[in-house]
């Protein structure tokens, strides 16, 4: 029985790597869509659990240059499990019967409910990678980003573009200075539209 070229399971792991970084781009994409189009600016928890999505996004970026690594999957799981419980703290905040939720429900949800779901969503198909043996033994080098599939070069150049307009979209919104609780405006861009 031949064994499976280690170059090509590398390249696998890194595609579908690369699969999840889109996944997460989309997220991020679609709550700025619904932060521009109808201007639900996001809440401090909100913010934060944005940050745990990039954070998540910075490990499995890790993976797609490096190869899969153990601490890229600690870092993975370590930033699911923060973005999961500063998302369920929200979700619990807003359970009370009559209390209002924080923006407008997508499907049924409110994007908070949809952020734990998927955070628990990355922690399990990360537990389920780690479970594939032989994953780390795969010898696996550096690969440039010139040297990258077109479709994985366009996924990381859309992943930071989604993470720049978000940091530059938070400054805006809350600038040096803690952020509203129930954010209606920029506070840096108040003054200027007047």
């Known amino acids: 029985m031949s064994q499976p070229d280690p170059l090509a399971v590398s390249c696998q792991w890194r595609q579908l790597n690369a699969l999840g970084l889109l996944i997460l781009s989309g997220i991020l994409a679609f709550a700025l869509y619904d932060q ?15 940050i745990a999505f990039t954070a998540c996004m ?5 993976n797609i240059f490096y190869g899969p690594r153990p601490w890229h999957y600690g870092l993975l799981l370590l930033s699911a499990m923060l973005g999961a ?16 939720g924080y923006g407008n429900p997508f499907f049924g949800w409110h994007f908070y409910t949809w952020a734990f779901i998927c955070f628990t969503a990355i922690l399990a198909t990360v537990s389920l990678a780690l479970l594939v043996p032989g994953h780390f033994t795969v010898s696996s ?14 996924t990381i150049v859309v992943c930071f573009a989604v993470i720049c307009i978000n940091m530059v979209s938070a400054f805006l919104e ?15 861009l108040q003054n200027w539209f007047k």
């Open 36 to 50: 521009f189009v109808y201007h639900e600016l996001p809440c401090p928890l909100c913010l934060l659990q944005r």
């Open 85 to 100: 419980g500063i998302a369920l703290r929200q979700v619990s905040l807003h359970v009370i019967p009559g209390t209002p």
């Open 174 to 188: 809350c600038g040096l200075y803690a952020c509203d609780s129930n954010p209606v405006h920029y506070k840096l």
């Open 58 to 62: 910075f490990g499995i970026t890790l």
């Open 141 to 154: 080098a550096f690969i440039q980003f010139s040297a990258q599939a077109a479709w994985v070069k366009c």
